[in-house]
């Protein structure tokens, strides 16, 4: 019997999306964007959701562009389903 491994949720991510993962990408309230991915591997799946675990896009809201993109990427399959 196999098990198949646990699908690491990075793989749905572009190349350029996997840079710089321990590097603020809310630059306002200083929000690594691994916190922002995990909290969207987590069940956030608005930029609303995102804002209320992490407090990104609270500032300026110039993040709130590449927090829709992450989630896009990141839940692509579960809008097929």
Known sequence: MSIDPPENPLDKLPPIL???????LCVCNEVLKIDII????DGATTVAEVRRQT??????????????????????DDEEK
């Open 38 to 41: 995990n909290a969207i591997v």
């Open 55 to 76: 407090y990104a896009t609270m500032g300026s809201g110039c993040c709130e562009q590449q927090v829709k993109r992450l989630i896009e990427c990141l839940c692509e």
């Open 18 to 24: 996997k840079k710089n993962l321990r590097r603020n």
